[in-house]
């Protein structure tokens, strides 16, 4: 091959570089280890962690039980190891797949066109924001206090350079509830979008059609986000919503400490030509069968440039497919079944320790700790085996004396009631 | 025509899991309630509560599993064979990251628990900073953005930063005619407006035009190096300094890192800031189209901006620093695609640093090789010396009526994944092709017989070439009737269609 290039080392192929720009001494990185030792190396980082503690942490990522078909279909090198389905004729396989996610988001959602995916939850629901913006031609953002606070953060790092001034609304204090009142005296003729989440970041299921009936009434879009996908199993959609962005990392995807997971946008159709994202349509080839492409590329960076409607270029397929597989294990009965497990673990727990918010929830909701510190509870449940809530005061000073906590169907319920014993 | 690689094979038919779905089947199992169960209604409020999810699926597990798995035999890749799509960096993905990535402490570590817990997590993302470091020649580094064009808006964010701590953010982003489109996007969505910069007619950066654009209201210039015709901008470092004197950043795009890791350096030639696409030079898998890793590594200027959190030595242990009163924000929750970031390093672990030189001395060879056997074939409009890819134009061809699409799918029925289609828009029906150095000469010289035998049949069949592919289950696809009416979701019909 060097012969058939003329050259006589690999390095004359370099010959043309400048000298200036060269690197002169090798990369100072060890030699190259065989497979047996970056297994005991990744093993040893593992070891490390936190390892057989029960955990009470949710706040946007949740332990539930990843069926052993997900890692099955996903590790097929066909999935794994292929780009992006551009070339139809030989991509059918992740073309169908992801036809078949955005339908199944369309049905859990009640939306007419879901995408193909975004990076996260929080990314979706800041592209979501853009999109309300660009739709109704104004900028301004009201978003609850309610909405987790690292959405709220990545939302302001993406408005702040489009002219779209973020104002928040508070919650109620008694019920943890999005105050809606609050909302209503804040709503002006230049909001674009009131941007929810439900069940909230305390856990709280939030009122978004009442939210969207005073948005609608000044001429805002409502955008919901949710973190908890497994909720949709049991919770009725708002109807009234305009897009709903959301994070599926509950959908058998590992919490993997923050990523990669899986996020989504979901709208109406009169909307869909100012969704970001790819999509996945149905179509025909030369000889009518049905098949599937990738369609309406005219909102996208690689065809507009600078006028698309998003910079994304890479999404989560495959993470998006380990939802999709989650969803054809769980299937009908099976998603409604274990959402009501996760309702009956996290009511089991608060009723061993009183809610400080009275609104309905799900599977978390916040406790106040009675004096001590959220973190001198949880050191004391360390001792135990047990990693308990998130104290909140990081993100709400005011409930620095409380603590967020979460059940899904994987809480055991001895570790339930050795998690209250310290209470 | 000698189609060497492959042959047809029967593969089955496969209908819609909601077509293939019968009341009452499932393919789950949960534990008995080791708890009483609650009344939703009662719990949630009837009106929260909804009613059965109309359509969703209802399959047994050998259905579900049958269903993927014929799904799959409808897709190519890599592990099939050679995907020389141009650009996007389509190498072996080592199959011992994947295993890795499982790792119990690792996969079921949550992002809020303790760091006294989360030691092994933390020293996993500063060991790949610090290589990464090494490799990119720059100063600092934040894994957070989750893909290269993330990556992209990142880095956008952090110049804004700077230049409005100096007073002015300016206006406008310099980009070459040549770029990947996700360089103009990023600029407007961090509000810059878009300038273009031609090239000159060697393909390359025009220095006195660059010289010409940059003004008091120029932030920076966004640049891929090697550029997309897979060449060195030689004249970089001048570029550099034109930016720096007028008070404008160098921004790289790092798509194209695979030519330079262990070769040349981006922080010893200029650049201010840039990103990194794990799932190209450092073999994450692209999986139908991502997940990715977008690292942003800066020079010292910027360090102050990146986003929170920053990993911090303390002691004998990591922590998080939030304590940054400059930082641009979040670009995401949580500290970035962790799962991809474990993958990368070992990636990195298993080559080393002579390893990776090596790689990337392989994957311009091959790219050189196949440059050498298809130029008498094919147009190769800039013919500077190229890196790890080489662009071709469809000229001679298109004046037989066939275009740079029709060969790329006549190529499949070849048994090869198409080059990159139609890009760099600079070339005038561009074939991009990158090898990797993932590629032997067998598998290569199968693909250079391929696209040689493909140019003959143009000459004799041009009929032919432009209806392929010929051999695969599904023929060509009507893209403009999916667009025109566009039908995103599967809906009941009285009478489904098979495929």
């Given at each position: 091959m060097l012969e058939a290039c003329g050259v006589e080392s690999p390095e004359g192929l370099f010959a043309h570089l400048p000298?200036?720009v060269r690197?002169?001494?090798?990369?100072?990185?060890?030699?190259?280890?065989?497979?047996?030792?970056?297994?005991?190396?990744?093993?040893?980082?593992?070891?490390?962690?936190?390892?057989?503690?029960?955990?009470?942490?949710?706040?946007?990522?949740?332990?539930?039980?990843?069926?052993?078909?997900?890692?099955?279909?996903?590790?097929?090198g066909e999935?794994?190891t292929s780009y992006t389905p551009y070339q139809a004729e030989i991509s059918?396989?992740?073309?169908?797949?992801?036809?078949?996610?955005?339908?199944?988001?369309?049905?859990?959602?009640?939306?007419?066109?879901?995408?193909?995916?975004?990076?996260?939850?929080?990314?979706?629901?800041?592209?979501?924001?853009?999109?309300?913006?660009?739709?109704?031609?104004?900028?301004?953002?009201?978003?609850?206090?309610?909405?987790?606070?690292?959405?709220?953060?990545?939302?302001?790092?993406?408005?702040?350079?489009?002219?779209?001034?973020?104002?928040?609304?508070?919650?109620?204090?008694?019920?943890?509830?999005?105050?809606?009142?609050?909302?209503?005296?804040?709503?002006?003729?230049?909001?674009?979008?009131?941007?929810?989440?439900?069940?909230?970041?305390?856990?709280?299921?939030?009122?978004?059609?009442?939210?969207?009936?005073?948005?609608?009434?000044?001429?805002?879009?409502?955008?919901?986000?949710?973190?908890?996908?497994?909720?949709?199993?049991?919770?009725?959609?708002?109807?009234?919503?305009?897009?709903?962005?959301?994070?599926?990392?509950?959908?058998?995807?590992?919490?993997?400490?923050?990523?990669?997971?899986?996020?989504?946008?979901?709208?109406?159709?009169?909307?869909?030509?100012?969704?970001?994202?790819?999509?996945?349509?149905?179509?025909?080839?030369?000889?009518?069968?049905?098949?599937?492409?990738l369609?309406?590329?005219?909102?996208?960076?690689h065809i507009?440039?600078?006028?698309?409607?998003?910079?994304?270029c890479?999404?989560?397929?495959?993470?998006?497919?380990?939802?999709?597989?989650?969803?054809?294990?769980?299937?009908?009965?099976?998603?409604?079944?274990?959402?009501?497990?996760?309702?009956?673990?996290?009511?089991?727990?608060?009723?061993?320790?009183?809610?400080?918010?009275?609104?309905?929830?799900?599977?978390?909701?916040?406790?106040?700790?009675?004096?001590?510190?959220?973190?001198?509870?949880?050191?004391?449940?360390?001792?135990?085996?047990?990693?308990?809530?998130?104290?909140?005061?990081?993100?709400?000073?005011?409930?620095?004396?409380?603590?967020?906590?979460?059940?899904?169907?994987?809480?055991?319920?001895?570790?339930?009631?050795?998690?209250?014993?310290?209470? | 025509m000698s189609i060497k690689k492959v042959r047809p094979?029967?593969?089955?038919?496969?209908?819609?899991?909601?077509?293939?779905?019968?009341?009452?089947?499932?393919?789950?199992?949960?534990?008995?309630?080791?708890?009483?169960?609650?009344?939703?209604?009662?719990?949630?409020?009837?009106?929260?509560?909804?009613?059965?999810?109309?359509?969703?699926?209802?399959?047994?597990?050998?259905?579900?599993?049958?269903?993927?798995?014929?799904?799959?035999?409808?897709n190519y890749a890599i592990d099939h064979g050679m995907y020389p799509l141009g650009s996007c960096t389509m190498k072996y993905n080592?199959?011992?990251?994947?295993?890795?990535?499982?790792?119990?402490?690792?996969?079921?570590?949550?992002?809020?628990?303790?760091?006294?817990?989360?030691?092994?997590?933390?020293?996993?993302?500063?060991?790949?900073?610090?290589?990464?470091?090494?490799?990119?020649?720059?100063?600092?580094?934040?894994?957070?953005?989750?893909?290269g064009?993330?990556?992209?808006?990142?880095?956008?964010?952090?110049?804004?930063?700077?230049?409005?701590?100096?007073?002015?953010?300016?206006?406008?982003?310099?980009?070459p005619d040549s770029a990947h489109g996700t360089n103009?996007?990023?600029?407007?969505?961090?509000?810059?407006?878009?300038?273009?910069?031609r090239s000159d007619e060697r393909g390359l950066i025009d220095?006195?035009?660059?010289?010409?654009?940059?003004?008091?209201?120029?932030?920076?210039?966004?640049i891929t190096n090697p550029n997309t015709l897979g060449v060195f901008e030689s004249r970089i470092?001048?570029?550099?300094?034109?930016?720096?004197?007028?008070?404008?950043?160098?921004?790289?795009d790092g798509a194209n890192m695979n030519a330079l890791v262990g070769i040349a350096?981006?922080?010893?030639?200029?650049?201010?800031?840039?990103?990194?696409n794990?799932h190209k030079t450092f073999s994450?898998p692209h999986?139908?189209?991502?997940?990715?890793?977008?690292?942003?590594?800066?020079?010292?200027?910027?360090?102050?901006?990146?986003?929170?959190?920053?990993?911090?030595?303390?002691?004998?242990?990591?922590?998080?620093?939030?304590?940054?009163?400059?930082?641009?924000?979040?670009?995401?929750?949580?500290?970035?695609?962790?799962?991809?970031?474990?993958?990368?390093?070992?990636?990195?672990?298993?080559?080393?640093?002579?390893?990776l030189r090596a790689a990337t001395m392989d994957a311009v060879l091959n790219a050189n090789y196949i440059r050498k056997a298809l130029e008498p074939w094919y147009d190769l409009p800039y013919a500077l010396p190229n890196m790890h890819e080489v662009v071709f134009s469809d000229d001679r061809q298109a004046r037989l009526g066939v275009r740079t699409g029709d060969i790329a799918k006549r190529l499949i029925d070849y048994g090869f994944h198409p080059y990159t289609v139609s890009f760099p828009l600079i070339v005038r029906g561009a074939m991009m092709i990158e090898p990797t150095e993932t590629e032997g000469k067998i598998e290569i010289d199968l693909f250079i017989d391929a696209l040689i035998s493909i140019a003959k049949e143009i000459q004799t069949e041009p009929e032919m070439v432009k209806t392929a592919p010929h051999s695969t289950?599904t023929s060509r696809v009507?893209e403009?009737?999916?667009?025109?009416?566009?039908?995103?979701?599967?809906?009941?019909?009285?009478?489904?269609?098979?495929?």
């Amino acid at each position: 091959m060097l012969e058939a290039c003329g050259v006589e080392s690999p390095e004359g192929l370099f010959a043309h570089l400048p000298e200036a720009v060269r690197l002169k001494q090798p990369l100072k990185l060890p030699p190259g280890i065989s497979e047996y030792e970056i297994v005991d190396y990744f093993r040893r980082c593992g070891d490390r962690n936190a390892n057989g503690y029960a955990s009470f942490l949710g706040a946007g990522v949740y332990a539930h039980y990843r069926p052993v078909l997900v890692d099955t279909v996903v590790s097929r090198g066909e999935f794994l190891t292929s780009y992006t389905p551009y070339q139809a004729e030989i991509s059918q396989g992740t073309l169908t797949t992801i036809f078949e996610f955005q339908t199944m988001i369309c049905q859990l959602t009640g939306m007419d066109a879901a995408n193909a995916s975004m990076y996260d939850g929080s990314t979706a629901l800041a592209e979501a924001a853009l999109m309300a913006a660009r739709l109704t031609s104004k900028g301004g953002l009201l978003v609850a206090r309610t909405v987790h606070p690292e959405y709220r953060e990545v939302l302001e790092t993406y408005a702040r350079n489009q002219h779209m001034p973020i104002t928040e609304f508070g919650y109620d204090e008694a019920t943890g509830a999005a105050d809606l009142d609050d909302l209503e005296r804040k709503l002006n003729p230049l909001t674009a979008a009131v941007i929810l989440q439900s069940p909230n970041f305390f856990g709280v299921v939030e009122d978004v059609n009442r939210a969207a009936d005073l948005a609608h009434h000044r001429g805002a879009l409502l955008a919901m986000g949710f973190t908890e996908a497994v909720s949709l199993g049991i919770l009725e959609p708002p109807a009234k919503a305009d897009i709903i962005a959301g994070e599926l990392q509950s959908f058998a995807i590992s919490p993997s400490y923050g990523g990669p997971y899986a996020g989504i946008i979901a709208t109406r159709d009169r909307f869909l030509r100012q969704m970001p994202g790819r999509l996945v349509g149905e179509t025909t080839d030369t000889h009518g069968r049905r098949a599937f492409c990738l369609t309406l590329a005219t909102r996208e960076q690689h065809i507009r440039r600078e006028k698309a409607t998003s910079n994304i270029c890479t999404n989560q397929a495959l993470i998006a497919l380990m939802a999709t597989v989650f969803m054809s294990v769980y299937g009908k009965q099976g998603l409604r079944e274990l959402a009501e497990q996760n309702l009956a673990k996290a009511h089991y727990l608060a009723g061993k320790l009183r809610p400080r918010f009275s609104g309905p929830f799900f599977n978390e909701f916040v406790v106040s700790t009675n004096g001590r510190s959220p973190e001198e509870i949880n050191r004391a449940l360390l001792e135990k085996k047990i990693v308990g809530g998130l104290p909140l005061g990081r993100f709400y000073p005011e409930l620095s004396g409380a603590m967020l906590l979460c059940a899904t169907e994987m809480a055991r319920r001895e570790h339930m009631d050795a998690l209250t014993s310290v209470f | 025509m000698s189609i060497k690689k492959v042959r047809p094979h029967i593969s089955p038919n496969e209908a819609l899991l909601f077509e293939r779905s019968s009341p009452g089947k499932i393919a789950y199992q949960l534990p008995e309630l080791d708890v009483p169960s609650v009344d939703p209604r009662a719990a949630l409020g009837a009106s929260h509560v909804r009613a059965e999810i109309e359509g969703f699926p209802e399959v047994s597990e050998v259905e579900a599993i049958r269903h993927f798995t014929r799904l799959s035999t409808w897709n190519y890749a890599i592990d099939h064979g050679m995907y020389p799509l141009g650009s996007c960096t389509m190498k072996y993905n080592p199959r011992v990251n994947e295993l890795v990535a499982r790792t119990e402490g690792l996969a079921w570590a949550h992002p809020y628990q303790p760091e006294s817990l989360s030691q092994g997590a933390l020293e996993i993302m500063a060991h790949l900073e610090s290589a990464l470091l090494e490799i990119t020649g720059m100063d600092a580094i934040t894994l957070q953005p989750a893909a290269g064009a993330h990556g992209e808006l990142t880095g956008i964010l952090l110049i804004r930063a700077l230049l409005e701590q100096r007073g002015n953010p300016r206006k406008k982003i310099l980009i070459p005619d040549s770029a990947h489109g996700t360089n103009p996007a990023t600029a407007a969505i961090a509000g810059y407006v878009v300038g273009n910069i031609r090239s000159d007619e060697r393909g390359l950066i025009d220095l006195a035009a660059l010289e010409k654009s940059v003004d008091e209201d120029v932030a920076g210039l966004m640049i891929t190096n090697p550029n997309t015709l897979g060449v060195f901008e030689s004249r970089i470092i001048e570029a550099a300094e034109l930016l720096h004197r007028k008070g404008a950043l160098l921004y790289m795009d790092g798509a194209n890192m695979n030519a330079l890791v262990g070769i040349a350096r981006p922080g010893d030639f200029g650049v201010d800031v840039m990103h990194l696409n794990l799932h190209k030079t450092f073999s994450t898998p692209h999986g139908g189209g991502g997940p990715g890793g977008g690292p942003v590594a800066v020079k010292k200027s910027l360090e102050p901006f990146l986003p929170v959190p920053r990993l911090k030595r303390e002691g004998d242990r990591w922590t998080f620093d939030y304590d940054r009163p400059h930082s641009i924000g979040k670009v995401r929750a949580f500290y970035g695609n962790f799962g991809v970031l474990v993958r990368a390093l070992a990636y990195i672990l298993a080559h080393g640093g002579n390893g990776l030189r090596a790689a990337t001395m392989d994957a311009v060879l091959n790219a050189n090789y196949i440059r050498k056997a298809l130029e008498p074939w094919y147009d190769l409009p800039y013919a500077l010396p190229n890196m790890h890819e080489v662009v071709f134009s469809d000229d001679r061809q298109a004046r037989l009526g066939v275009r740079t699409g029709d060969i790329a799918k006549r190529l499949i029925d070849y048994g090869f994944h198409p080059y990159t289609v139609s890009f760099p828009l600079i070339v005038r029906g561009a074939m991009m092709i990158e090898p990797t150095e993932t590629e032997g000469k067998i598998e290569i010289d199968l693909f250079i017989d391929a696209l040689i035998s493909i140019a003959k049949e143009i000459q004799t069949e041009p009929e032919m070439v432009k209806t392929a592919p010929h051999s695969t289950r599904t023929s060509r696809v009507d893209e403009v009737k999916a667009a025109r009416r566009p039908i995103l979701k599967w809906e009941p019909l009285p009478d489904p269609v098979m495929p």
